[in-house]
C-alpha cells in the first residue's frame, strides 16, 4: 500500500508540475501577443492619421468612432482611451517592430499584416544611435503590457530606462513598477547618488 500511495504521489506530482509549467508559458504567449496587439493597433492608427504624410491631420472624433466601430465588430477593450495608449505605446517604443516582425514571420502571420516597413525604418532611423535602449525581445518576453502602460506615464527615455533596468532585473510586477514611479525612485536614486560624489 506504501507503494502504491508512493507513486500515486509521484502521479499527482508530475500531473500538478506539468500544469503550471504549461499554464505560466500559455499566459506568457498571450500576454505577449496582446503586447504586440496593441502597439500594432498604435502603429495603424498612427499610419491612418498620417496617411503617408509627415505630419498628422488629427481627426477629432477619430479615436471615438474607431472605438464605436471595433466594439460593433465584436472587440471588446479598445475604447478611446485604450487606442490613445496603444498610440502612444508605438510612437515610444518604435523599436519594438524587429521583435513582431519576427513573432509574425514565426507564426506566418506575415501576410495579414499591411505594414508600411520604410515608415518603420524611418521612424526608427530617427532614434538616434547613441540613444540607450533595452533589446526589444527582453522587453517583450519580461514586461507585460500593464507594465507598458505604467512606463508610458514617464514622458522622460532616461527616467523610463531606468525604470525598464530596475523592472526586469529586479522582476518586478505592475504594483512594484507603479509604487517606484509613484515614489520617484529614479529622482531619489539619482540624489542619493550625487550626495555621495559630494
Keep these: 500500500m506504501v507503494v502504491k500511495q508512493q507513486n500515486f504521489d509521484w502521479l499527482i506530482d508530475n500531473i500538478y508540475q506539468t500544469h503550471n509549467a504549461l499554464q505560466a508559458n500559455a499566459k506568457r504567449i498571450i500576454n505577449q501577443n496582446l503586447t504586440i496587439r496593441n502597439w500594432l493597433v498604435g502603429y495603424y492608427i498612427v499610419e491612418y492619421e498620417q496617411n503617408g504624410e509627415d505630419r498628422a491631420e488629427y481627426g477629432a472624433r477619430l479615436l471615438e468612432e474607431m472605438a464605436t466601430t471595433l466594439k460593433a465588430k465584436g472587440i471588446k477593450g479598445l475604447r478611446p482611451r485604450e487606442l490613445n ?3 502612444k505605446f508605438y510612437t515610444t517604443y518604435p ?38 535602449e533595452i533589446v526589444p525581445e527582453l ?8 507594465h507598458f502602460i ?10 523610463r530606462l531606468f525604470y525598464e533596468v530596475e523592472t526586469i532585473k529586479n522582476n ?5 513598477l507603479e509604487r517606484a514611479i509613484d ?3 529614479f529622482f531619489r536614486t539619482g540624489l542619493s547618488t550625487n550626495k555621495e560624489a559630494d
Excluded: H, M
Aim: hydrophobic share 35%.
Design 183 to 185: 515614489t520617484s525612485l
Design 85 to 87: 495608449t496603444c498610440r
Design 95 to 132: 523599436q519594438i517592430w524587429r521583435t513582431v516582425s519576427a513573432k509574425l514571420q514565426e507564426n506566418d502571420n506575415q501576410s495579414i499584416f499591411a505594414i508600411n516597413k520604410t515608415e518603420i525604418s524611418r521612424t526608427l532611423s530617427a532614434i538616434s544611435d547613441t540613444e540607450l
Design 139 to 146: 522587453l517583450l518576453s519580461r514586461l507585460s503590457y500593464s
Design 150 to 159: 505604467e512606463l508610458l506615464r514617464t514622458s522622460d527615455p532616461l527616467e
Design 172 to 176: 518586478w510586477g505592475v504594483r512594484e
